[in-house]
T-cell receptor, first 115, second 114 residues
Framework: KQEVTQIPAALSVPEGENLVLNCSFTDSAIYNLQWFRQDPGKGLTSLLLIQSSQREQTSGRLNASLDKSSGRSTLYIAASQPGDSATYLCAVRRIRSSNTGKLIFGQGTTLQVKP | DGGITQSPKYLFRKEGQNVTLSCEQNLNHDAMYWYRQDPGQGLRLIYYSQIVNDFQKGDIAEGYSVSREKKESFPLTVTSAQKNPTAFYLC?????????????FGPGTRLTVL
């Protein structure tokens, strides 16, 4: 059974700091991994999607890495801003679910960036 | 504008009532999904549908029902059999059959049992 874990559950940093959010998964047979952002009381917005054959993806100040063999992914946020405050969730799509699109989510890390 | 809409934003249910949550998308996506989110937790899959008139149970389908009569619509009914329905419900859709497909989410419906 695939389990996805995100540690820490919450993180508070001063503005301008570089930070890393962690995601681990128990079964390396994944099709892809996605990072999402969720603002309070809102839906999810996709940030980055990494295919199982890729090592990293970048979008602006965000960089996501994937190490399938160790079952880990990290989301690196450079020069954090108060607008980055949100909950960040990672989700994996298993190979066995490649034709259904089913995702398994971690519980999220709530980030607060203080001005 | 293309996207996913959910209504209502807030919903209150009395004990023993069935309620239906609406989800509509104009993205021409084939697959649609319903998730439940509880405080401090990730999303759990309730039901999903890959084509019209077909749907499958997710991990926590008990006490819920769905229909997929039109490609753009995937309503979720929370029945009286669902013992703890208070949660945030999210609908998503994706264009099936591509390797880089991502799920697009609606704004959510917060359901509270009175």
């Amino acid at each position: 059974k695939q389990e996805v874990t995100q540690i820490p559950a919450a993180l508070s940093v001063p503005e301008g700091e570089n930070l890393v959010l962690n995601c681990s998964f128990t079964d390396s047979a994944i099709y892809n991994l996605q990072w999402f952002r969720q603002d309070p009381g809102k839906g999810l917005t996709s940030l980055l999607l990494i295919q199982s054959s890729q090592r990293e993806q970048t979008s602006g100040r965000l960089n996501a890495s994937l190490d399938k063999s160790s079952g880990r992914s990290t989301l690196y946020i450079a020069a954090s801003q108060p607008g980055d405050s949100a909950t960040y969730l990672c989700a994996v799509r298993r190979i066995r679910s490649s034709n259904t699109g089913k995702l398994i989510f971690g519980q999220g890390t709530t980030l607060q960036v203080k001005p | 504008d293309g996207g996913i809409t959910q209504s209502p934003k807030y919903l209150f249910r009395k004990e023993g009532q069935n309620v239906t949550l609406s989800c509509e998308q104009n993205l021409n996506h084939d697959a649609m999904y319903w998730y439940r989110q509880d405080p401090g937790q990730g999303l759990r899959l309730i039901y999903y549908s890959q084509i019209v008139n077909d749907f499958q149970k997710g991990d926590i389908a008990e006490g819920y029902s769905v229909s997929r009569e039109k490609k753009e619509s995937f309503p979720l009914t929370v029945t009286s059999a669902q013992k703890n329905p208070t949660a945030f419900y999210l609908c998503a859709s994706t264009l099936a059959g591509t390797s880089t497909d991502t799920q697009y989410f609606g704004p959510g419906t917060r359901l509270t049992v009175l």
